[in-house]
């Protein structure tokens, strides 16, 4: 939208703004003193700015009888451009508040990882963060782990540009959020070495169940689907996974792990590998990102992740 003399100024591309919104508010309100009031401007300002953007576009905006203004097919039309062109900016400036509207050289990426999994290396994502690094050696990267609820929080307030979540079993994120499936596991259960032991109710009648107590998350997604296939094991708590690897090689418990990481060490070989049926211990991880805050370097970090799904 312009004058009839070039705009470039600042100023002059603020006020354009803000009739956009003076014309918003108008043809919500259809009522210039009640328009007025929302805007918390005078009345006479108001039908000022109006008049100026319709003077400035050519086309009456509004249809004045004595009674009652109306939308006029030009004012119609309009509604949905200027809706999108705020939008817009608000991005923009959203972005600009964010550190994203900058060069190249001066690119950043901030990365949030869920601490509920810490062998982000077997599920492949440290490897194509690696890959992402090589090929953009100009962008910064910021990481570090918290707790999955840190993580969400971290992406709505915009201290994250991304993170790599664990989904439970029809876990969700809030609907500001938006998720890309990077792989799918599931937990098993990992015994004490036993060709007697079938099953994993009868390892855990036999041995119990270790539980790692700085874990909840996983904790309570095991105790979840055994209560579902209605076993109680008797719980062995410890205070971190090196406690919980003594006492399950010495053949004291069970001890619950992810697929892809039993079957990527070989000093759990000789363990019995024994699977939960409830699809309660289904893991997702997901790359979790902010829907109206549009990083650049997201995007291009998630085109090396297109395969994973």
């Known amino acids: 939208m312009y004058n009839e003399k070039e705009r470039s100024s600042e100023?002059?591309?603020i006020m354009e703004l803000k009739q956009l919104q003076y014309f918003l508010t108008v043809a919500a309100h259809l009522n210039f003193s009640r328009a007025a009031e929302a805007l918390y401007i005078s009345q006479p300002a108001l039908s000022y700015q109006i008049a100026e953007l319709e003077r400035e576009l050519g086309v009456l905006l509004f249809v004045r009888d004595r009674r009652k203004i109306y939308l006029s097919p030009a004012g119609a039309a309009l509604v949905p451009l200027a809706q999108n062109t705020l939008e817009d900016a608000a991005k923009i400036s959203r972005m600009?508040?964010?550190?994203?509207?900058?060069?190249?050289?001066?690119?950043q990426l901030r990365i949030g990882f869920d601490d509920t999994e810490e062998h982000y290396d077997i599920s492949g994502e440290t490897a194509k963060i690696a890959a992402y690094k090589k090929a953009n050696p100009q962008v910064h990267l910021e990481m570090?782990?918290?707790s999955f609820q840190e993580c969400v929080d971290k992406l709505l307030e915009g201290s994250l540009d991304v993170a790599f979540l664990v989904l439970r079993h029809q876990e969700?994120?809030?609907?500001?959020?938006?998720?890309?499936?990077?792989?799918e596991d599931r937990l098993m259960l990992l015994a004490p070495?036993?060709?007697?032991?079938?099953?994993?109710?009868?390892a855990l009648d036999k041995y119990g169940l270790i539980m790692v107590d700085s874990k909840s998350r996983g904790r309570r997604r095991m105790l979840r689907a055994l209560k579902e296939l209605q076993v109680?094991?008797?719980?062995?708590?410890v205070d971190s996974f090196p406690a919980g690897f003594v006492y399950l090689q010495s053949g004291l418990g069970c001890l619950q792990?992810?697929?892809?990481?039993?079957n990527s060490h070989q000093s759990l070989a000789g363990m019995t590998k024994l699977p939960v049926p409830s699809p309660a211990v289904e893991l997702k991880h997901v790359a979790a990102w902010h829907k109206q805050r549009l990083?650049?370097?997201?995007?291009?970090?998630?085109?090396?992740f297109q395969d994973a799904e």
Do not use: M
């Not at 969700?172 to 792989?183: A, E, F, G, Q, R």
């Not at 990083?295 to 090396?304: A, G, I, K, Q, S």
């Open 193 to 202: 070495a036993d060709e007697a032991i079938t099953d994993y109710k009868e």
């Open 11 to 13: 100023e002059d591309v």
């Open 257 to 262: 792990f992810p697929e892809r990481y039993i």
């Open 144 to 146: 570090g782990a918290f």
């Open 172 to 183: 969700n994120v809030p609907n500001d959020l938006t998720t890309k499936v990077v792989c």
């Open 295 to 304: 990083n650049p370097t997201v995007w291009e970090l998630l085109r090396f």
């Open 96 to 107: 600009a508040e964010g550190g994203l509207l900058v060069g190249k050289e001066e690119q």
């Open 232 to 237: 109680e094991p008797q719980i062995i708590a």
